[in-house]
């Protein structure tokens, strides 16, 4: 399909297509679509931290995401909001190194972090730092896609509403790729749909009035 098509038949393709988690309301044409709605198909589902499989999943996205900072692009954290607010990603990387008794960026020395951070023993200091990468998933996938949403709600605005910051697409852009990264099945952002927020498919989402796009 090329773009113009999908841009056309945006609603379309999204209404039912993945999850009824979110109810469509709140757009002015009657089908507000978030990111789940579309993307749910390539994103995490936000399950519970008690279950062991769940918890040894997450875990492990987290322990990856800690020390990111040495990994390929597409799968390196960018934004200071995930590394520092997200993530404390200095504080934890020197708990893993200390607890695994590792201190190298490699494969299997994360491995190694991985396998110390999912004993049971650690759970209770951990578990808080899991819930908030859970919490910021589950808060990306309430963002509208809709080109006719608020301003607050749509995915357009997230780097600035998180941070209390002023309109930057470029960190928006990045925060997005983060997310992607963070919460979604593969976590690897060469893996995200063409219509993913970025600068490249921006013109999908964005409304041809350049008043209501720069609305702060």
């Given at each position: ?139 990306a996938y309430g963002r509208y896609i809709n080109k006719d949403v608020t301003w607050e709600k749509s995915w357009l605005n997230s780097w600035s509403i998180r941070t209390k910051g002023g309109e930057n697409k470029s960190e928006n852009y990045k925060y ?6 963070g919460c979604s099945d593969k976590g690897d952002n060469n893996s995200a749909p063409f219509y993913w927020l970025s600068s490249s498919s ?15």
């Amino acid at each position: 399909m090329d773009l113009t098509s999908f841009s056309i038949n945006f609603t379309a393709l999204f209404i039912g297509t993945v999850s009824t988690t979110w109810a469509l309301t709140d757009s002015t044409d009657g089908h507000a679509i978030r990111v789940w709605d579309q993307f749910g198909d390539h994103l995490r589902k936000i399950e519970d931290l008690n279950e062991k499989g769940v918890w040894d999943k997450w875990v492990e996205r987290w322990v990856y995401l800690v020390v990111s900072s040495f990994s390929q692009p597409n799968k390196k954290i960018e934004t200071d909001y995930w590394k520092e607010k997200v993530l404390e990603q200095s504080t934890w990387k020197k708990f893993l190194d200390e607890k695994s008794g590792k201190s190298t960026p490699s494969s299997d020395d994360d491995k190694a972090r991985v396998a110390e951070a999912q004993k049971d023993e650690y759970k209770t200091t951990l578990k808080p730092a899991i819930k908030r990468l859970q919490d910021e998933c589950k808060w990306a996938y309430g963002r509208y896609i809709n080109k006719d949403v608020t301003w607050e709600k749509s995915w357009l605005n997230s780097w600035s509403i998180r941070t209390k910051g002023g309109e930057n697409k470029s960190e928006n852009y990045k925060y997005w790729k983060d997310v992607f990264i963070g919460c979604s099945d593969k976590g690897d952002n060469n893996s995200a749909p063409f219509y993913w927020l970025s600068s490249s498919s921006i013109h999908l989402y964005e409304k041809n009035d350049k008043t209501a796009q720069n609305k702060s």
